[in-house]
Structures are given as structure tokens and as C-alpha cells.
């Protein structure tokens, strides 16, 4: 990770800055540095260090001195809370209301819940000292923040017309994780967790399925443009303490899966664990069913791994915190005036038209800005020039396709370019579809399953007919190292002869089987 863009980047400016185009060796220097902008970028077969050089050299994160953990660096950020906003106007829009609650979680509380506290020992941070004294209940610091707002909650809960309660915090929670990578699993990351109280278990049910639905599967398909396959998780896979738990499941560029969020219905095991009653209208006292429900910044690993392609990221325009980058071309001085006029133009139109744009007037040449922007995703460049200026007119080129580039009266671009935007939008949706279903298959028996996750280079998902056992989804993972990712909402109708692909045992479910991130 020495090699960083940045310090290249500095270094080039430097070097730019100390020499105009005067002979050709300088030129020819500049235009080796452009394409090393691109080729810095590992080719998608390490699809590994793809990931790790976009999420780098595009200044979306950077290392931090606490190993696991990551600094997101303003590009990042600034993609996080576009996210967030449109995620968190889709919970409110469903009637929930944001409030929160604090880091630290008493040890004995996450003791309360057997389950949850086997889930989640292994990585949780505990504090033992603080204020110079051992503290005599240590604290954890929250991997999650079930058993302290389930604390609350039975002291808010008293009667059928306190509920149901609908709440969300936006926080950070620190998982201790042994193998990390930036925003795909950190060590401490950002997310939303709703946490929510019902009368009924089919209220709970519902809750859970409006979430998974009509909040995070909205949400990823209409905002990052990544389409996914909402389902039922197996036994084995679902949340430490949860009745059921639900999730949508994305396809990466390499094939392999990623849960981009969960939503549990937690049955009535927290709320008997800390005692969450209520007074029903029959004057009988009830324990309540609850439902948790969170997304996080890993949905920014998944916008990456869904869109990139070899020259690095493509944002989908409604989440890129720059949709449009002008780029003005000029030689000599007197060009220079003509451009700046229009540029400015065509800048103050766009802004007026609600497009999030910038002009890039560093002294760097053309071809070089197209490739960091190109590297940075941003999905539409506008090019303006001496020629453009004369004519009044600006070159607008798709970061979804360099070969569609179109020229377009000056006057016409706030109306063009939000056009565009869309397009964009919806071709990155397309493509992303396209992909997963030329990489989805279907397998009769366990020999062609196998076959199927042999070949990497065409790794996907498989879907089948499983038992539900979860010895045998076990003895799957061991052979293939494929997970069922979930058991599809939308799935065949089983036949009556159906089996399991593994054991040949009668069928239970369609399971989607893939390799997880
Ligand atoms: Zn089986």
C-alpha cells in the first residue's frame, strides 16, 4: 500500500507545474504518467487488488494506525451520507423515528440472550478499566445494540397503546474481526440498526418484511442501481437470537454474493430476556414481539464490486457526490477567456437544475483529468474547448460508455444532462441484472454443482432444491466453500418429487447457493 495515488499524484503536479509542453520528451513523460493512472489500477483477474486500488487511489478510504479499522476520506464520505439520506427518508417514510443510544452496553446485558451472546463474544471490545479504576461491570463497546435498547424499551412499554414503537438509531459498532478490508468488513463501521416493538407476531412479521422490502430493496435497487434477491436465511446462517431473519443478496463483479442488509423478526426471545410487557386490551399481560433491522457502510463496498469495471468506479449517479465534471481544454491564454465564460455557464445552469457538478481547472492535461475522474466514477464529463466555446456547445461523454459521447447546445444542458443522468442510472441497473443472470444457474445434481463452483471465472449463483438440514448445508461449504445465501422469496413451486441437491434427501426449499464476501 506504499504506492499510493496521492503521493504520485503530488509528485506528477509538482513536475507539471515546473514544465509546459516545451519538447517532446516532457510530453511523452505526461503521457506515460496518464496511462499509469489506469494501469496502477490491478486488472480485474486480482479482483482483490482491483478492490483495494479503486477503494485507495479513487480517495474513498485510507488505512487507519488501528488495524480492522479504516478513515473514510471526504470522496467516501460524502457517497456514505448521499446513502444515508435516501435511506434514512425511506425508514422515516415508513413511519420510524430516529433516536440513539450509547456506545458502551453493560457486559451483563449481553448475557442476558444465550444465543446473542454466543453469536457475538468472540468479537466483542470490552472495556475494563476507565477513570484510572477497573470497572466493576466492564463494558462492551456495542457490536450491536439489542439487549440496551431492549433495557428501555421495557421500561417505554406498558399498554397495547404504547405500541407499536418504531425507532432507528444511525451509529458505529465495533465487531472485533480477525481478516478485515475496507468497508466490507472493518473493525468498527458506520450503519443504521431499527429496532422496533409490536403487539402481534404477525404485526412483527410484517415489520420485518416492509423493512427488507419497501425500505432496504428500494432502496439498493432505485438508489445504487444494484438489483437483489430478498429471501428467507437458512437456520444456520440468521442473526444470534433471531426468530427469522431476512436478507437481500447482491452479486459482485467477480460472481461471488454479498448480503447488502438484514431484517429480523426477533420473535419474543429479547423481549422475554428484558422483560418487554405489556397490558393487552383484554387486561391480560403480554410479551412482546420485536423486529432489528440494519444496513451499513459495506453497501459501499457493494456500490464498488457491482459497478467497476477496469478503469475503476462507476457511480450511479443519484448516490455520486460529483454527477458531473467539466473538464475545460485550452492551449493558449487567449482560448483560455472563451472557455472560462462558458464553463461557468454551463456550471451555474447545471447547479440551477439541481446536478451536484464541478469544473476541474487544475493545471493538469486533459487526458489525465479523464482518467482520475474515470478512476473516481463519476458518470457524466463534459468537455468544453476553444471550438466548443465558438460554437456554443459542450461535449458530454457516459462514464458508462466513452463511444456515446454527444455534443449538445449549451443552452440545452440542464436538460440534457439530468436525461443522461438517468440513463445512467438505469444502464448501470441493466447491466448489473445482465450480469447476474448470465452468472446464475440452475443445478440438477450435486456433480453438476460442484462443476459449476469449480470454474472461477465463471463463478455465480446456483440455485437448487435443498433439504434444510444443516448438517448438509455444512458439508456443502466444506466441499464447494458456497453458503446459501438465502432461501428466495420468489422461488419455483416445488414438485413433489423434489430433492436436495446435496444429499438427494426430499427438498425443503430453493436455496441460492454462492461464494460470499
Ligand atoms: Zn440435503
Request: charged share 25%; with cysteine; net charge negative.
Amino acid at each position: 500500500m506504499a504506492d499510493k495515488t496521492s503521493a504520485s499524484q503530488t509528485e506528477g503536479a509538482k513536475s507539471n507545474a515546473k514544465n509546459e509542453t516545451k519538447n517532446e520528451a516532457t510530453s511523452e513523460a505526461k503521457a506515460t504518467r496518464e496511462e499509469k493512472l489506469v494501469q496502477d489500477v490491478a486488472d480485474l483477474d486480482d479482483y482483490a487488488r482491483w478492490y483495494q486500488d479503486v477503494v485507495y487511489k479513487a480517495d474513498m478510504a485510507d488505512l487507519s494506525p488501528v488495524r480492522g479499522c479504516m478513515v473514510i476520506r471526504p470522496y467516501g464520505y460524502a457517497l456514505w451520507e448521499n446513502m444515508q439520506r435516501q435511506l434514512d427518508d425511506r425508514i422515516k417514510a415508513t413511519g420510524h423515528e430516529n433516536l440513539y443510544f450509547p456506545l458502551f452496553i453493560p457486559y451483563s446485558f449481553l448475557m442476558k440472550e444465550a444465543e446473542h451472546v454466543e453469536g457475538f463474544a468472540p468479537e466483542v471490545a470490552l472495556v475494563t478499566r476507565a477513570g484510572g479504576e477497573e470497572l466493576e461491570d466492564p463494558l462492551v463497546v456495542r457490536p450491536t445494540s439489542e439487549t440496551v435498547i431492549g433495557y428501555m424499551y421495557a421500561q417505554w412499554v406498558h399498554s397495547y397503546r404504547d405500541l407499536p414503537l418504531l425507532y432507528n438509531q444511525w451509529a458505529n459498532v465495533v465487531r472485533w474481526e480477525k481478516r478485515t478490508r475496507p468497508f466490507l468488513r472493518t473493525s468498527e463501521f458506520l450503519w443504521q440498526e431499527g429496532h422496533t416493538v409490536h403487539r402481534t407476531e404477525q404485526e412483527a412479521e410484517d415489520e420485518t418484511l416492509l423493512i427488507l422490502n419497501a425500505v432496504y430493496q428500494d432502496f439498493v435497487e432505485k438508489e445504487l442501481a444494484i438489483p437483489v434477491i430478498p429471501g428467507r436465511k437458512s437456520e444456520s446462517e440468521k442473526f444470534a437470537g433471531a426468530l427469522r431473519t431476512y436478507s437481500i443478496e447482491a452479486m459482485m463483479g467477480d460472481g461471488k454474493a454479498l448480503q447488502a442488509a438484514t431484517s429480523h423478526n426477533l420473535g419474543q426471545n429479547f423481549a422475554r430476556s428484558f422483560g418487554i410487557e405489556f397490558q393487552d386490551a383484554d387486561g391480560q399481560v403480554k410479551t412482546a414481539w420485536t423486529t432489528s433491522w440494519g444496513a451499513s457502510t459495506r453497501l459501499v463496498g457493494a456500490l464498488i464490486m457491482a459497478h467497476g469495471d477496469a478503469n475503476g468506479l462507476r457511480m450511479p449517479p443519484r448516490v455520486a457526490p460529483t454527477q458531473a465534471i467539466i473538464v475545460p481544454i485550452w492551449r493558449k491564454d487567449e482560448e483560455r477567456e472563451a472557455v472560462a465564460k462558458l464553463v461557468s455557464e454551463v456550471e451555474a445552469a447545471l447547479r440551477t437544475a439541481g446536478v451536484r457538478v464541478k469544473a476541474d481547472w487544475r493545471e493538469e492535461r486533459p487526458g489525465w483529468k479523464y482518467n482520475e475522474w474515470e478512476l473516481r466514477g463519476v458518470p457524466v464529463r463534459i468537455e468544453i474547448g476553444p471550438r466548443d466555446a465558438a460554437n456554443g456547445q459542450v461535449m458530454l461523454v457516459p462514464r458508462t460508455d466513452r463511444s456515446a459521447k454527444e455534443a449538445v447546445a449549451a443552452r440545452a444542458v440542464a436538460e440534457r444532462v439530468p436525461a443522461l443522468l438517468e440513463e445512467i442510472q438505469r444502464a448501470l441497473y441493466e447491466q448489473a441484472l445482465a450480469f447476474r443472470l448470465s452468472r446464475t444457474y440452475q443445478a440438477a445434481d450435486y456433480d453438476q454443482f460442484r462443476a459449476l463452483f469449480a470454474d472461477r471465472s465463471k463463478q455465480g449463483f446456483v440455485e437448487a432444491w435443498w433439504c434444510g438440514d444443516a448438517a448438509c448445508e455444512a458439508q456443502v461449504k466444506a466441499e464447494t466453500q458456497a453458503t446459501i445465501r438465502n432461501l428466495p422469496l420468489d422461488h419455483p413451486e416445488k414438485p413433489a418429487d423434489a430433492i436436495c441437491v446435496h444429499c438427494g434427501r426430499p427438498a425443503s426449499d430453493w436455496a441460492i447457493f454462492a461464494r460470499a464476501y
